[in-house]
């Protein structure tokens, strides 16, 4: 039997063994691929049973799937286990913790020694076994700790239940071989591997069916897709033609039904031609790419370990502008990298004043236990850090507010969402380049694609009416 069957047996047990209206809660922190993963936690959730709550109250499990990218996910989540202490007491409430900081030895001792009501730790290789870690804390009432810090397979057939039904998330690879310096994701996620061309192609077609309009590709290093298989030889089946991350563009483009397709993260030093071909080609495919920086200055990347220099960023930024047409470019930032000078600063700021970026995630750097940054002497104070974030966000802001004057008075091609989170009477969808608009509409307008004229701008989002010939 395979694990996932294994696992569906858990499912059943765990349903039979519960009352009726058992619910539960969930908390994600981080990434895309955190939000996909707890996707399929409730998946299974819900297959033994359980209904979502947001009351936490009311709940008998609570479920946490952490990130520890930076610092303040662990107060986040102290804090939360500090307020979860009285309803552990009063109703035995079952508190679960799962994800990238679970591989954290430093974190799970904490927790054993300052939360030791907590039920079950779970890691990021060991997320399919959720259902059988349960039943085992139900039925012997113990605490239970898995962990694994060898590479996890990549499973298929886990349940998922989706938090959208227009946008679906479709990891295509796990892991992360590049160790940039300041980045604990390697160490928390292992090494990469890619999905099968066939699982993924049949999941997009499946999403299809059920009427999901836009598909995003996830992984670390998305564009990296088999790259490791074809290097090292590690087996795998080509499918529709599918036997790298361009390919793989192309392959779901095809699928009927599918209107929108993203992906996130590319790694600039793996941005190959093929790629940038299928940017331009696959009409699919929308014209904004994340292309993360980090750092404008050639010596700092270097530290980084991110290897490309300013120049090689710039020249692909240019290449990627001339062969796509209409391309917008969103982006990551750190500032105060261990050593990083001012003079070294403003060669971020001056990257971001050239490309113009359509939008910019700004970090502060964050120490990360077992990663060369942390050991590195030259730490930039903190003081030093705001004042450069500061800076940045001004720059990053200002542009943002002239680039959106650009939108007024154009026609935009928008997937309605549904409606606007402030205002029910209004509806919410976003453009190519990925920025909302907000509109007047009829509510059956959601989950289809509709022209916008754009008419005024607000900073995060642009406002827009519908245009008469949709
Ligand atoms: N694999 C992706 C994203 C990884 S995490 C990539 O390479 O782009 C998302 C972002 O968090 C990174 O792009 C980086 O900008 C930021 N980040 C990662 N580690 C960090 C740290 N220690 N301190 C501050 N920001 C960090
Ligand atoms: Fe972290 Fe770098 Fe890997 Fe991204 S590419 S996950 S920043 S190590
Ligand atoms: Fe965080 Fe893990 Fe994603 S550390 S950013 S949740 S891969």
């Not at 947001?54 to 102290?78: G, M, P, Y």
């Not at 979860?84 to 994800?99: C, M, S, T, Y």
């Not at 897709?225 to 499918?239: A, C, D, W």
């Not at 050639?298 to 502008?321: A, G």
Request: proline content about 3%; charged content about 30%.
């Amino acid at each position: 039997m395979n694990e996932i069957e294994e696992q569906r047996k858990y499912m059943q047990k765990v349903k039979e063994l519960n009352n009726k209206n058992m619910k539960y809660t969930i908390l994600t922190m981080g990434c895309q691929l955190n939000e996909n993963d707890s996707e399929k936690l409730c998946g299974m959730l819900e297959e033994m049973g359980y209904e979502r709550t947001e009351n936490q109250k009311e709940a008998d499990i609570a479920l946490f799937n952490t990130c520890c990218v930076r610092e303040n996910a662990e107060d986040r989540l102290f804090g939360k286990l500090g307020e979860l202490k009285k309803l552990k007491e009063e109703k035995g409430i079952i508190i679960a913790i799962g994800g990238c900081m679970m591989q954290e030895k430093h974190i799970t001792d904490k927790i054993k020694e300052s939360y030791p009501f907590v039920d079950i730790i779970f890691g990021t290789h060991t997320l399919q076994r959720f259902p059988e870690d349960l039943y085992k804390v139900l039925t012997e009432k113990k605490k239970l700790e898995d962990i694994l810090d060898i590479d996890g397979m990549v499973y298929e057939g886990l349940p998922i239940k989706r938090d959208s039904k227009i946008k679906a998330s479709v990891t295509i690879m796990n892991g992360c071989n590049n160790f940039c310096s300041y980045c604990i994701v390697p160490y928390v996620r292992g090494r990469e591997r890619s999905r099968q061309p066939r699982a993924i192609i049949e999941e997009v077609r499946e999403l299809a069916k059920q009427g999901y309009k836009e598909i995003t590709l996830l992984g670390q290093n998305v564009n990296s897709y088999l790259r490791v298989e074809r290097e090292k030889q590690i087996p795998f089946e080509e499918y529709e033609g599918v036997h790298s991350f361009a390919t793989l563009l192309q392959a779901i483009n095809k699928i009927d039904g599918i209107e929108r397709i993203r992906f996130v993260s590319p790694h600039p030093k793996d941005f190959t031609d093929d790629v940038i071909k299928q940017i331009a080609n696959c009409d699919k495919v929308c014209k904004l790419v994340h292309l993360p920086l980090q750092s404008g200055n050639t010596k700092v990347l270097k530290e980084m370990n991110r290897k490309y220099t300013k120049e090689q960023y710039l020249n692909l930024v240019e290449k990627m502008k001339e062969r796509i047409p209409n391309l917008t470019l969103s982006t990551d930032i750190i500032v105060g990298f261990p050593g990083e000078t001012d003079e070294e600063f403003e060669d971020t700021l001056d990257v971001v004043e050239k490309v113009k970026f359509e939008q910019v995630y700004m970090f502060i750097y964050s120490r990360r236990v077992g990663t060369p940054g942390d050991k590195m002497e030259n730490q930039v104070p903190d003081e030093i850090k705001h004042k450069r974030f500061n800076r940045l966000k001004e720059l990053v802001e200002s542009q943002i507010e002239e680039n959106n004057q650009k939108y007024i008075g154009t026609i935009q091609k928008v997937l309605v969402e549904g409606e606007s989170k402030n205002n029910k009477e209004l509806l919410t969808g976003r453009t190519d380049s990925n920025k909302v608009v907000i509109f007047e509409g009829d509510k059956s307008l959601i989950g289809q694609m509709i022209d916008l004229k754009i008419t005024s701008e607000h900073m995060w989002y642009l406002k827009g009416s519908i245009v008469e010939n949709n």
